[in-house]
Structure formats: C-alpha cells, structure tokens
C-alpha cells in the first residue's frame, strides 16, 4: 500500500482524534463559568473538524470497491434501525419512568451511535465476507 493509497485512511484517522480532542476540550470549558456567548463559541468548537472528518470519511469511501461500499451501507443502515430503536424505547420509557437528564440525555446517547455502526460493520462483513 503506497502513501496515495493511505492517506485519505490518515486524514480519517487524523479528523477523528481531533475531533475527539475537540469534545474533551470543549466539555471541559464548558464545566467552567463561561459568560453565555464564549460558552456558545466553545460549544460549537467541534462542529467544523467533525465536518472536516465527514469530508474526510467521504471522500474514503469513494475509493472503495463496490463491495466494500455495500458493507458500509448496510452498516450505515443497520445503526440507524438501532437507533430509532434506542430512541424510540427511551420515548415510551421516558413516559412511564422520570430518567434523570444527568444520564439519559443526548449528550450521552449519542455515543451510541458509533457503537451501532461498528455492530453494523461486523454484522455486513459477516455476511459478504
């Protein structure tokens, strides 16, 4: 594998641990006393490097081969059914029993979702692999 081949995989790898960083920066700002616009600005800190990293991720997958672009569809497609599972059980739970927002709010649910993705992965592999 030459270095064109690798890049777009170390830019998606790149995109991904600054984004993370982003986060953890910016929840940690944010646990600060912040006058209401600088907590907004810090808020919206990750916003454009997750956007970087999507680009990233895009352009990663137009260089696949039309197998690995069905596993990553079915892997898309699988998380998101978890999802709307995940979603509406918390919904219809939320009704019969107070969740405490400290644990149950998107804040936390969101991280989920790349859980799904990867189940999603394995799931599409097993099954064109």
Known sequence: MNLSTRLPQLSEFVFAVLFALTCIVA??????ALAARLAVAVALLPVPVFALWLLA????????????????LEAVAIAFLLTLLVLMTLGLL????????????????????????????????????
């Not at 929840?27 to 600060?32: I, M």
């Open 27 to 32: 929840r940690f700002l944010l646990e600060q």
């Open 57 to 72: 991720l895009n352009r990663g997958l137009r260089q696949l081969d039309e197998l690995q672009r069905r596993i990553q």
């Open 94 to 129: 939320e009704l019969a029993v107070a969740f405490s927002p400290a644990d149950w709010s998107y804040r936390h649910v969101w991280a989920l979702l790349p859980l799904f993705y990867f189940v999603g992965l394995a799931a599409a592999r097993r099954r064109y692999l």
